[in-house]
């Protein structure tokens, strides 16, 4: 019999909760699909990042089995719960899934933390009544309460996200959890309802890429003055946009000014050398406008203007409001531009809307719609979308909201040569580990974090990037890339460092050349064996040596040998932080073997040295170490034919004799392999 059926929202999902009896024996069993993501989380638990203890008490002889089912889940990870009924306890997980929601990114394995906790109050059989309690309680309409089962579960996420040094999810749901703990609300509830403002759910950021409300990233990386939304609904304001190069670039822009109003009344933000400038337009006369942090203006005809201290820039963040609905707000970061995002008038959004930050209409994937009604697809490459849907929202000089000085117009700002190329990115690792550190996750949303870091050398855009993580819901489309991380600045004496996430590998290209031999090292992270690393041809024109596999993050991949110059990539998928290095090395080396003296020399660590001789018909080969073991440690040999065999005669330690080997007439040599240290060998070679 059921004990109770409640639905509770999770991380960013709907959890349901039955009961059935306990069972006497222990197990977290995961179907095909969730089987390596449980492998990946459990390696994390076991390092350190089960600061609850779920993951061991789970896993005990005395608490009922959990099963982990696979599930396909949405960006805001709709669909992730845990449900206990006659079928036991299941856990219903994306592992593939990085979750987006409440201030912050959520890896599959904060996810799945989550949920054990909630797994573990149905092993420990904790009333309904108890878990079901809400403090603050819900709205009339059912918006706003928290449940003491999600007090417990954010807890423990809020653990594990300390293990890693992440900050504290500080909401459920769009709610804030008042200060203290459940009971401390209990004695003194605040108000039911939700408490959180509303936040953008688009934005033009950085060089400009924009994320509509409809969750499609695109970049247009143009220079002029663009509409970012109109509608049918003549009462609601346009907003327009102005882009400009970042210093003398011939290829990245920044957002400039923002423009908006309806009618005759208008407000724009311009930034110029640093400083912005803020004006209003009655008609005819334009005067500037001066606000204080924490002040709020009424500029007339139902318009109101607020500033407050940027929580993502230097500078501050401006809020435009219309009495009609809609919200218009700006953040300024001085030389590097501003953020812009709007929100539309229900009415307006209902009214024919357009223009760069899409439709509105809750698909991603028709977001790119001309002011002729073309649809360009969301998957079209860069300069298609310039092209076909960047310059078709150009502006007018008669449309144009911005004010302009004596000789100045919309031509004035418009350059539609650029840019004259794709930018060239820069300390791509530096910049992804800035972004990171700020908080960006998605890979979306890193790839163009990391080309605004990379491009401009200033992580004030990793905080905006990060804020837009906070805010906006970015949605896959089909045909448009991952946004899967990837850099070209791997190389010889080089060292890569980031995040990855089950959802998302990690990909470095980079050029190898024929005769060329790498020593790939992983060096040990906190979550190193979360990760595994390996590397291979870009295509059929790249040649590996010999076959080369996948470790995890904590072990040397050790000689990477490239037979044919070509592209090649570096691979890294799981769950963790990677820290992976190029050490370089002379190569292989060939030179005939000593048949009158002791063959000595020096090997570096991933390389083979190969000592050439000839059989003649009766000959045995004997081939001794000299002077001792110590002084030939950590290599391998063994005699090859010329067909590069070893006929079965074996591989030796270095300080084990080879022979006397009865070889057939022929080209032979001795391989010495250095494996993964760098040796010193001595010995002779006798024939008889």
């Known amino acids: 019999m059921m004990r109770r059926i409640a639905i509770v929202l999770a991380v960013c999902t709907a959890i349901a909760y039955t009961a059935v009896p306990q069972r006497s024996h222990a197990e977290i069993d995961a179907d095909a699909g969730s089987a390596n993501g449980i492998e990946l989380c459990g390696m994390l638990y076991a390092k350190g990042h089960d600061p609850s203890g779920l993951w061991s008490r789970l896993n005990s002889p005395t608490t009922p089995p959990i099963k982990i089912i696979t599930t396909d889940v949405p960006p805001d990870g709709t669909g992730t719960k845990t449900r206990n009924d006659d079928n036991g306890i299941q856990i219903f997980w994306d592992p593939t899934r990085d979750v987006s929601k409440d201030d912050i990114t959520a890896t599959p394995c904060e996810v799945l933390y989550h949920e054990l906790q909630h797994a573990a109050d ?97 970049d247009l990386q143009q220079v002029g003055e663009f509409t970012a939304f109109a509608s049918g609904d003549k009462t609601a304001p346009r907003v327009q946009v102005r882009t400009a190069p970042v210093g003398d670039s011939k290829t990245a822009s920044l957002v400039s000014a923002a423009a908006a109003g309806s009618g005759d009344q208008r407000i724009a933000f311009v930034s110029k050398n640093g400083v912005l400038t803020i004006s209003r337009t009655d008609g005819t006369n334009t005067e500037t406008v001066t606000i204080d942090d924490g002040a709020q203006r009424d500029l007339g005809a139902g318009i109101t203007l607020s500033a407050t201290a940027s929580t993502d820039f230097t500078g501050r963040a401006y809020t435009v409001q219309w009495a009609e609905g809609s919200r218009l707000q700006v953040n300024d970061a001085g030389w590097w531009g501003l953020r812009v995002s709007f929100e539309p008038s229900a009415p307006a959004k209902a009214d024919q809307p357009r223009g760069l930050l899409g439709n509105f209409n809750g698909d991603p994937a028709d977001d790119l719609i001309r002011p002729d009604g073309r649809r360009v697809p969301a998957d079209a490459s860069p300069v298609t979308i310039r092209s076909d849907f960047g310059d078709a929202w150009r502006i007018s000089q008669a449309d144009s909201l911005f004010p302009y000085a004596p000789g100045e117009s919309t031509a004035t700002f418009t350059d539609r040569a650029f840019p004259s190329g794709e930018p060239q990115l820069a300390n791509t690792d530096q910049a992804r580990t800035v972004c990171q550190q700020a908080g960006v996750i998605a890979a979306e949303l890193l790839a163009a974090c990391v080309l605004d870091v990379s491009v401009t050398g200033n992580p004030v855009l990793a905080d905006a990037a990060a804020a837009v993580a906070r805010d906006v819901t970015i949605k896959s489309v089909a045909g448009q890339s991952t946004g899967q991380v990837s850099g070209t600045d791997f190389g010889a004496g080089k060292t890569v460092s980031g995040t ?95 048949l009158t003296a002791p063959n000595a020399g020096h090997i570096t660590a991933a390389t083979r040295i190969h000592l050439r001789f000839n059989v003649k018909s009766g000959q045995q080969w004997t081939f001794t170490p000299a002077g001792g073991c110590s002084e030939v440690p950590g290599f391998t040999w063994q005699v090859l034919g010329a067909d590069g065999s070893s006929g079965g005669r074996g591989i030796y330690d270095g300080c084990q004799p080879m022979g006397p080997l009865t070889l057939t007439p022929g080209d032979y040599d001795v391989q010495i392999d250095a494996q993964s240290t760098d040796a010193d060998y001595r010995f002779t070679a006798r024939s008889s």
């Open 122 to 218: 149905d092993a420990d059989n904790v009333p309904d009544s108890t878990l079901d309690d809400a403090c603050p309680k819900a709205n009339d309409k059912g918006e706003g309460g928290i449940p003491y089962a999600e007090w417990r579960a954010v807890e423990a996420e809020n653990a594990y996200r300390a293990s890693w040094g992440l900050p504290p999810r500080k909401s459920y749901n769009g709610t804030d959890f008042p200060p203290g703990s459940f009971e401390d609300c209990k004695k003194n509830p605040p108000p039911p309802g939700p408490t959180k403002k509303p936040k953008p759910t688009n934005s033009v950021f950085g060089d400009p890429h924009l994320a509509t409300t409809d969750g499609l990233l695109y």
């Open 500 to 594: 990855v996430s089950p959802a998302k590998q990690v990909t470095y290209q980079f050029t190898g050349h024929a005769g060329e031999v790498a020593d790939v090292r992983g060096e040990c992270t906190p979550s190193g064996k979360g990760l595994t690393y390996g590397v291979g041809p870009v295509d059929s024109s790249g040649q590996l040596g010999e076959p080369v596999g996948r470790v995890d993050g904590c072990t040397n991949l050790g000689r990477v040998a490239f037979a044919a110059t070509a592209t090649y990539q570096l691979v890294i998928l799981g769950d963790g932080q990677y820290r992976i290095s190029w050490q370089p090395t002379p190569g292989d080396q060939q030179r005939p073997l000593n």
